[in-house]
């Protein structure tokens, strides 16, 4: 084969065009001596000589200090940095200047899920960002969010902390592996207004103060921090949005089948309408007969199930908070469940394999960046 | 051209010396030509953004500072350029927008063939390293990324580079 580049540069030579001639035609102003810096090249010439001795003796005294061990270099205190990982759940790590965690938020309802379990939640606090975005992503596989076809995750930096970033994407690229899992990481690095895009935050200033500040004053969860300056007739809205899903509706509608034969006992009029509300089951007929359930529950005694607290609807913040708490353990749950068998069952494959894979789709889509734009 | 001969040059144009600025030019096309294709990923803009930088060398060469790097000066107001035509034009690069060479997955230009296989950052990392002999270590500097990735970077995509050139030649 031609070596290439020779065959590139002939191929350019042939391709750029010439240069426009009004444009190459067009006479030069000659820099006046304010503009050009270059016009005392004797007078630069030595002060470029002074400011190199002294450059060099600096180098040495610092040099001899460091190796006294008089001086070190602290990073500087207030830098921090913030990472966006986007699966389709997507997060925010917030990291000090080591790149150790301070912060975490949720971004999306589904990254509620999560990130519900302070507890769990609460124990990448300090870790390093690499182990931070490997747990989370794990979280997502356990979850089911990284099972499906077009896998990937891709982690924004907020305008700087690429070493961080490489370093997070080895580790996850290694936790894949690991899995056996085919997702593709994508890292960049973007502007504040961008990070702010993706992650649905409002980060004003990339500081340690301005970032604590911040994460101090908002919630952790996409969807407490939605609800603070809701209305009730907003909350509402939110709650049968978020609440009371498909899923969850499906689940209680098994729960009032699975009763409905302790319900025949007390009344088979009672048990007949309640047939009635499951054969037509919506969100909105659940919430019609909330109060007539609640009640019937409470007759044949399992009113304290958590799912059943779910139907009838908030009447304050405070109520919406711990409901929304419950729903996102349930969904949790439920999740966890469903994914166990793929979960545990994940072998590892070779680097050699993934490495493929991850030839594949740059062959097919051209770069890894087309892929997420084309899949998410 | 190396580092120094561009800043000899940049030196002579700022002086007013116009066959100077085509030796620049003559020297220089094809590394700000394929820079500026990697941001805009179509001829006709590169052709036009060409254009533009050249002339904005041209008038702006009594700005720059001799003895510091011309071929990076260069190469910022070729960035500059692109980043402006691509927020001027509201038009975000992305596969509906980007030029399609028929075939070109069997094509033997090795610029459309770089366009197909490499990403973006990619396609900068190998021409700032094959076309302005920039070391890995100073294109990490450029993006702010740790050497390593840069060399890893530019492994892989010459590797893809010249896998697909090869498929084109059987």
Do not use: C, M
């Given at each position: 084969m031609k070596n290439w580049k020779q065959q590139w540069k002939q191929q350019l030579e042939n391709t750029v065009p010439a240069l426009d001639e009004r444009i190459m035609d067009m006479p030069i102003t000659a820099a006046t001596q304010s503009e050009y810096n270059g016009g005392n090249t004797l007078a630069r010439k030595k002060k470029a000589t002074l400011i190199t001795a002294l450059t060099l003796l600096a180098v040495i005294l610092l040099g001899t200090a460091i190796v006294c061990g008089i001086i070190f270099s602290p990073?500087?205190?207030?830098?921090a940095?913030?990472?966006?990982?986007?699966?389709?759940?997507?997060?925010t790590i917030i990291t000090d200047a080591d790149g150790n965690v301070t912060a975490i938020v949720s971004?999306?309802?589904?990254?509620?899920?999560i990130l519900a379990d302070s507890a769990a939640r609460n124990t990448i606090i300090g870790k390093p960002l690499e182990e931070a975005i490997s747990w989370y992503a794990d979280r997502a596989f356990m979850l089911g969010y990284l099972n499906g076809e077009n896998n990937a995750v891709r982690i924004s930096a907020c305008e700087k902390g690429n070493e961080l970033l490489a370093a997070a994407e080895s580790a996850l690229e290694r936790y894949f592996i690991e899995k056996g899992n085919f997702s593709i990481v994508i890292c960049e690095s973007v502007g504040i207004d961008e990070f702010n895009n993706r992650s649905g935050l409002n980060i004003g200033e990339l500081s340690k103060s301005a970032l604590d500040s911040y994460v101090s004053e908002v919630q952790t969860l996409f969807n407490d921090r939605k609800s603070q300056s809701a209305t009730v007739d907003e909350l509402i809205d939110l709650y049968k949005d978020i609440v009371l899903t498909a899923d969850l509706t499906a689940e209680i509608k098994d729960f009032i089948s699975d009763n409905l034969s302790l319900i025949e006992?007390?009344?088979?009029?009672?048990?007949?309408?309640?047939v009635g509300i499951i054969d037509n089951f919506s969100t909105d007929i659940l919430l019609r007969y909330s109060s007539l359930l609640d009640s019937v529950f409470k007759l044949i005694g399992v009113d304290d199930n958590e799912?059943?607290?779910?139907?009838?609807?908030?009447?304050?913040?405070?109520e919406f908070t711990d409901k929304l708490a419950t729903a996102l353990r349930l969904e949790f749950d439920r999740r966890k469940a469903d994914f166990e068998d793929i979960?545990?069952?994940?072998?590892?494959?070779?680097?050699?394999?993934y490495a493929d894979f991850i030839d594949g789709i740059i062959a097919e889509y051209g770069s890894l960046e087309n892929y997420w734009q084309q899949m998410k | 051209m190396n580092v120094r001969q561009i800043d000899k040059l940049l030196v002579r144009i700022s002086r007013g010396d116009n066959d100077a600025f085509a030796q620049l030019y003559e020297a220089t096309k094809s590394g700000v030509y394929s820079f500026l294709y990697s941001f805009l990923q179509n001829r006709e803009d590169t052709n036009d953004a060409l254009q533009n930088v050249y002339l904005k060398i041209k008038l702006n060469?009594?700005?720059?500072?001799?003895?510091?790097?011309?071929?990076?000066?260069?190469?910022?107001?070729?960035?500059?350029t692109a980043l402006n035509e691509i927020y001027a034009r509201k038009r975000t690069v992305n596969i509906d927008n980007v030029e399609i060479s028929a075939h070109s997955a069997l094509t033997n230009d090795v610029a459309d063939v770089m366009k197909?296989?490499?990403?973006?950052?990619?396609?900068?990392?190998?021409?700032?390293?094959?076309?302005?002999?920039y070391k890995h270590r100073e294109i990490a500097e450029q993006l702010n990324c740790p050497t390593g990735t840069v060399t890893s970077k530019y492994k892989r995509s010459i590797e893809k580079l010249k896998q697909s050139l090869k498929e084109a030649e059987v």
């Open positions: 990073k500087p205190v207030d830098e940095f913030a990472f966006t990982v986007e699966i389709n759940p997507t997060i971004s999306n309802s589904d990254a509620d899920v006992q007390y009344s088979q009029e009672l048990a007949d309408k309640i799912i059943i607290k779910l139907i009838s609807l908030p009447d304050s913040l405070q979960y545990a069952n994940a072998v590892a494959i070779t680097e050699q394999q | 060469a009594g700005k720059y500072n001799p003895d510091t790097n011309g071929r990076a000066w260069i190469l910022q107001i070729a960035k500059n197909s296989v490499l990403s973006e950052e990619e396609q900068r990392i190998v021409i700032l390293h094959v076309l302005w002999g």
